[in-house]
């Protein structure tokens, strides 16, 4: 049984499942997500699949589907071969397109929990997408600022602090992270939503992505728990311009930032590390991975 109830001090919506206790948390028995008889994915051949997600925080209206990125076990999408990056992306894409034409739905996030730290409780390399029923209060917030000028267009110089930049996308620190390593990876060119990405910018997009976690592996020296979410506004709009917001949770062995007091009860984040800080840091890192 599935709710979507609103609270009544903030009118922010929050998905309650009570089935969603009983989802697999280990993997006793077998991967739902290996090619098999009974599993999920069952015995036809592929290289990316998708489906409804059994377990999920919403569903009707709105849906939840598993993105699997590859038939193998041990892949992650950050080291796939570069085609099969792009066909992850290609994946999104389709489907991103298609749950936005459902009348029921507002907003189409697709994200990564990367590591059982954020709460991953399979292995196998997957990520999901929501369609949420309503607008999420992050987006909506966002969207007051993009209403007049788009604030990702118009940059401050002393506000960018760029990681990387080419022809069709750019790589960021945010001025004023809410995570520690947080970077930010968008267009070049005003791009409101994941539909509207040429093929370059699809196939360049995709192996930047890569050369981010790759990076974050490298400089942590384990594999990064971290958050990789899409913002993109799916309503027909143009004011918005789409990103990918990757959040580590890890910042280092045996180090890992939890949301505490201000976070979780505010919203309001606190960082005990400077963006510049952030920069200088993964530069070398980057320089090495991305061109290397
Ligand atoms: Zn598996
Ligand atoms: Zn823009």
Request: glycine share 6%; proline share 7%.
């Amino acid at each position: 049984m599935i709710f979507l109830r609103q609270d009544l001090l903030s009118g922010e919506w929050v998905g309650l499942n009570a089935d969603r206790q009983e989802r697999p948390l280990t993997e006793a028995t077998s991967c739902p997500f290996c090619p098999g008889e009974k599993t999920e994915v069952g015995n036809v051949p592929f290289d990316v699949a998708v489906f409804e997600n059994k377990f999920p925080a919403f569903q009707s209206p709105g849906s939840a589907e598993v993105v699997v990125y590859s038939p193998r076990h041990e892949d992650d999408l950050a080291y796939l071969p570069r085609d099969n990056a792009q066909l992850v992306w290609q994946a999104w894409k389709d489907r991103s397109q298609s749950l936005e034409e459902r009348a029921d739905v507002q907003s189409v996030f697709i994200f990564e929990n990367r590591g059982g730290k954020v709460g991953a409780s399979i292995a196998h390399p997957h990520g999901q997408i929501y369609a949420y029923p309503f607008l999420p209060p992050r987006l909506e917030r966002e969207r007051v600022r993009f209403e007049s000028n788009c604030p990702l267009c118009a940059r401050n110089d002393q506000e960018s602090l760029v990681l990387f930049e080419n022809r069709l996308w750019r790589i960021e620190v945010p001025y004023a992270m809410r995570m520690p390593f947080q970077l930010w990876l968008f267009p070049s060119r005003h791009v409101p939503r994941l539909k509207e990405l040429t093929p370059d910018e699809m196939t360049s997009g995709a192996a930047l992505m890569q050369d981010i976690v790759r990076s974050y592996d490298s400089y942590f020296g384990l594999r990064t728990a971290l958050v990789m979410a899409l913002y993109q506004d799916v309503s027909m709009g143009s004011a918005y311009h789409m990103r990918w917001d990757f959040l580590p949770i890890d910042r280092g062995q045996g180090k890992t930032k939890y949301l505490a007091g201000s976070e979780l009860a505010m919203g309001a984040f606190v960082v005990d590390m400077i963006p510049e800080f952030v920069k200088k840091e993964l530069t070398p890192v980057w320089d090495r991975i991305h061109h290397g």
